[in-house]
């Protein structure tokens, strides 16, 4: 019999609710599942999974066999898979099922031998998906822990203050100017802003929304102006083209132009709607700040303020001080832990170690993005500023290309390159370029003060020779699990490169960015959907890492609709997802980054790499397997029998109350102990369905219109 690591998984036993989203039917997703065959049916009941690793699971479940007209047969198998997860659709596949062990408890051994050799054969090969919302809870206990793991720079940026309507306009360093083509004017390249300069009188001009600004120095003295030079519109024009229009209600109701800010270092901007205005969190002893669109708390016993910056904590006794200091999660005050998740500040409960939101982003944090890559279609162009230059990461053996627009790798004699999430790998730093089936165990040195950090959350798990199995988790894009948390960048600002062309670093700070349960990071830019421009800025993904900028929810649901939590589950994950979808915006469509790749994606996820659409078919099927391997579809039974890791079987009674099957019958549970682990189980599982249920769409609140840097609701 195969060996597994046993853990103590919960269930997920109750009966799925039929609702419809998004073409999403999660009555196609319920459980137990059937699997028909010309002499009967086999029903599968929910898997308990007990182990997962390199998109591979090992897992058990309880089936129940009949056979024509006869009495089900109930027992367990055991079976290995891999699991090919898609987060947009929010599905995972069981991808052709290896049955590993049978065991039927019950029938005469002869039977029993024969029941297991048929069974083998029937259920190996078939494909079944899951939603993940069920997975994720079904995997928890299999979640590390973590305390610090990287050395983050978890020192605070530069903090402005502002109880005025204000604007922080960052620049990567020193300004960088740079002739705009087919113009005698230059721009400020290491700027995602509208940032030009005259050549006559050598002004510079900012857009941002529906203002214009000018100075004679790019870091201070800015004013508001009525309009620009012509020549410094059309330039304008030029350089939004495209994009989308739409402003934030908020900018709309200012009748003056906000205060520009101007920063060359790392910084964010904090602000209020006037004076500070505080309310308290009930059951606590702390204060929020409620006429802020950020997390700004205060403890009443030590008098201290708490602000919540890219998912890390920092401290201060007076709030417009600026002298901010870094506070682990763990040693935050404990009513934090106390916060109810109906408050409006529910949406801090993520960085508390130890609550339920922040085991959730935890969870996210560690499911990957999985695709199936052609080893002979999928492609890569590597380009350099001149020569190739490489750089030594310290107390490494790995080297890496500052003047590149991909990641490039030197280790050892060979060259390594990460685009889209693909490793590919050369003789030669110019190529050509193939599919890697095996990266180095060097890149897990790669330490967080590198620029190249993120693709050690890169993967390549499996190779056949016409394709390769690959992933990565979000640390790829910039997300990571940090002292029982998620936090966002490493925290250290990395030196850009620039000679002819200018290839920015990612970014932890300046942005406003946040954490939401259903759509990950997003940034909170200016007071306009107009404050950025991405016109002729050809490498601005690099500020973001590999998903570019992405509106979050601050700015992403229904212009400030911005706690899901608060509004449970449901609606939060329907607000998340017409964020991302969002069409005319400027981050992508979708947040699968293999969909990026333009070429040798054969399957993203669970789905093909070509389908036209962004979201999932009306009914999600199995994986087509080889042969003729029926796929498990939905049973007509209730999700109540469950198989523990002895492989007895189980069924809960509508009472609350187990009973084993035992003899071809079922008879109530033999000791308090067994019924009281099993109904512990129960009720953890219930918490997958109702995230997974959360996909009905729920009426949406409207934003109520509020003052700048109002706390909306």
Not at 7 to 18: E, M, V
Not at 546 to 558: A, M, Q, S, T, V
Request: charged share 20%.
């Amino acid at each position: 019999m195969t060996k597994y690591i046993l853990l103590s998984i919960p269930l997920f036993f109750l009966h799925i609710a039929q609702v419809k989203c998004d073409n999403i039917d999660l009555d196609e997703l319920g459980w137990p599942r059937d699997i028909k065959f010309k002499k009967g049916v086999i029903t599968v009941y929910q898997p308990q999974i007990e182990e997962y690793k390199d998109s591979k699971i090992e897992a058990r479940a309880a089936i129940a066999v009949k056979m024509d007209e006869k009495s089900p047969v109930f027992g367990a198998m055991w079976f290995t898979s891999r699991a090919l997860t898609d987060k947009e659709t929010r599905l995972v596949t069981f991808d052709n099922v290896i049955v590993e062990t049978l065991k039927f408890p019950e029938g005469e051994e002869q039977e029993v031998e024969k029941l297991k050799n048929g069974m083998t054969s029937k259920l190996s090969g078939t494909s079944i998906t899951m939603s993940m919302d069920r997975f994720l809870v079904s995997i928890d206990h299999l979640l590390e822990q973590g305390n610090q793991t990287e050395n983050f720079n978890n020192a605070p940026p530069v903090v402005f203050f502002e109880t005025t309507p204000s604007v922080l306009v960052n620049i990567d360093g020193d300004p960088i100017l740079k002739e705009v083509e087919n113009s005698t004017y230059k721009y400020v390249m290491n700027s995602p802003y509208f940032l030009v300069q005259s050549p006559t009188d050598k002004q510079f001009y900012l857009k941002g929304g529906k203002w214009w600004y000018s100075s004679k120095s790019v870091e201070s003295g800015w004013k508001s102006i009525d309009t620009p030079p012509k020549t410094v519109s059309d330039l304008a024009e030029q350089a939004f083209k495209g994009e989308t229009k739409d402003v934030d209600s908020v900018a709309l109701q200012l009748d003056h132009a906000p205060k520009l800010i101007i920063s060359t270092k790392p910084a964010e901007l904090i602000q209020t709607d006037g004076e500070p205005k505080f309310e308290p969190v009930t059951g606590t002893e702390l204060l929020f700040l409620t006429n802020s669109e950020n997390d700004i708390i205060m403890d009443i016993p030590s008098q201290q303020y708490y602000i919540l910056i890219a998912g890390r904590w920092y401290t201060s006794k007076k709030i417009d001080s600026g002298d901010w200091t870094y506070i682990s999660p763990n040693d935050l005050p404990q009513d934090f832990a106390k916060i109810p998740d109906t408050s409006d500040i529910a949406d801090v409960r993520y960085t508390v170690p130890g609550t339920q939101e922040a085991k959730e982003a935890m969870l996210e944090n560690s499911i990957p993005q999985t695709a199936e890559v052609d080893r002979k279609k999928a492609k890569v162009e590597v380009q350099y500023d001149g020569n190739p230059s490489f750089k030594k990461i310290e107390s490494t053996s790995v080297s890496y290309a500052e003047n590149s627009d991909k990641t490039v790798l030197l280790i050892g004699n060979k060259y390594y390159c990460v685009d889209n999430a693909i490793w590919f790998e050369s003789a030669k730093a110019s190529g050509p370029w193939e599919v890697c089936v095996d990266v180095p165990n060097a890149v897990q040195d790669i330490p967080a003060s590198s620029p190249v950090y993120n693709v050690k959350y890169v993967y390549v798990y499996d190779y056949t020779p016409n394709v390769v199995y690959v992933g990565y988790t979000p640390g790829y894009y910039g997300s990571y699990v940090h002292y029982g948390t998620v936090v966002y960048g490493t925290g250290y600002w990395y030196s850009p490169w620039y000679h002819n062309y200018y290839y920015p670093r990612p970014v932890t700070w300046g942005y406003g960015i946040h954490y939401n349960p259903w759509t990950g990071w997003g940034f909170s830019v200016g007071m306009s959907y107009g404050w950025i421009t991405f016109g002729w800025h050809s490498y601005y993904s690099g500020w973001w890492g590999p998903c570019g900028y992405r509106y979050g929810y601050r700015h992403g649901y229904y212009h400030g609709y911005n706690h899901g939590y608060r509004h449970g589950y449901a609606a939060g994950r329907h607000a998340g997802h017409v964020a991302n979808n969002r069409p005319g915006g400027r981050y992508p469509t979708h947040s699968n980054i293999y969909r990026n790749h333009p070429n040798g994606i054969k399957n993203t996820g669970t789905r093909p790499a070509n389908r036209p659409s962004t979201r999932p078919s009306a009914r999600p099927t199995s994986r087509p397997s080889t042969g003729t391997r029926p796929s498990a579809r939905p049973s007509t039974r209730e999700n109540n029998v469950y198989s523990d890791r002895s492989g007895n079987v189980y069924k809960r009674n509508d009472t609350g109350s187990w009973q084993q099957r035992n003899n071809g019958q079922w008879q109530n549970s033999g000791t308090r102990q067994s019924g009281t682990n099993l109904n512990r189980d129960f009720n953890s599982r219930s918490r997958g369905n109702q995230r997974a249920n959360s996909y009905s769409r729920p009426s949406m609140p409207q934003a109520r219109p509020g003052g700048m840097g109002g706390r909306r609701r």
